[in-house]
T-cell receptor
């Protein structure tokens, strides 16, 4: 149980285009989902917290107009990187909070490369 | 203070050894302390978690020791195997916000030599 999926697992896009990453909780309802970014050999950096049906809360320094987050249902959240640039290349990981146990489960991550 | 300090940054042990990873915190409002294991190119996986009402919790070969007065907790891996080679993250979350964000340590890269 407690599986979180992410799609795609990797994506290459050209500079200036937008990319959407999906995060789904497969066997539990997640009223809260989190999006992280991780650079090589570093810890997880929280980008934003999203609650189902409401606007996401962004961490300081994260551009909300660049990283659009939509939490449309209890099992799906999406992150759209708009007008991507090479410096947006990174490993993006979503996570979902199981309201039953209050434990937080992570997806497998999405490797984004912007050329 | 919202930080969680993790040490060591990297650790090498022989197969069968018992690596120990330590974390310290200052915020006494933290009441949930999970450990995550992350393999290269993968998302973190929840290993084991503890709350302050117990001093130790075991799940298989993984044990968390918790010292509330010292505000420290640690992960022990018994009979470590090469397959345990991964990066381990400790984390903490406050009691007043069970749906809120986890505060992560800096991570420990563990290598278990055959």
């Amino acid at each position: 149980g407690a599986v979180v999926s992410q799609h795609p697992s990797w994506v290459i896009c050209k500079s200036g285009t937008s990319v959407k990453i999906e995060c789904r909780s497969l066997d539990f309802q997640a009223t809260t989902m989190f999006w992280y970014r991780q650079f090589p050999k570093q810890s997880l950096m929280l980008m934003a917290t999203s609650n189902e049906g409401s606007k996401a809360t962004y961490e300081q320094g994260v551009e909300k107009d660049k990283f659009l987050i939509n939490h449309a249902s209890l099992t799906l959240s999406t992150l759209t990187v708009t007008s991507a640039h090479p410096e947006d290349s990174s490993f993006y990981i979503c996570s979902a909070l199981d309201r039953g146990s209050y434990e937080q489960y992570f997806g497998p991550g999405t490797r984004l490369t912007v050329t | 203070q919202q930080q969680v300090k993790q040490s060591p940054q990297s650790l090498i042990v022989q197969k069968g050894g018992i690596p120990i990873i330590n974390c310290a915190y200052e915020n006494t409002a933290f009441d949930y302390f999970p450990w995550y294991q992350q393999f290269p190119g993968k998302g973190p996986a929840l290993l084991i978690a503890i709350r302050p009402d117990v001093s130790e919790k075991k799940e298989g070969r993984f044990t968390i020791s918790f010292n509330k007065s010292a505000k420290q907790f640690s992960l022990h891996i018994m009979d470590s195997q090469p397959g345990d080679s991964a990066t381990y993250f400790c984390a903490a979350r406050p009691i007043y916000n069970q749906g809120g964000k986890l505060i992560f340590g800096q991570g420990t890269e563990l290598s278990v030599k055959p």
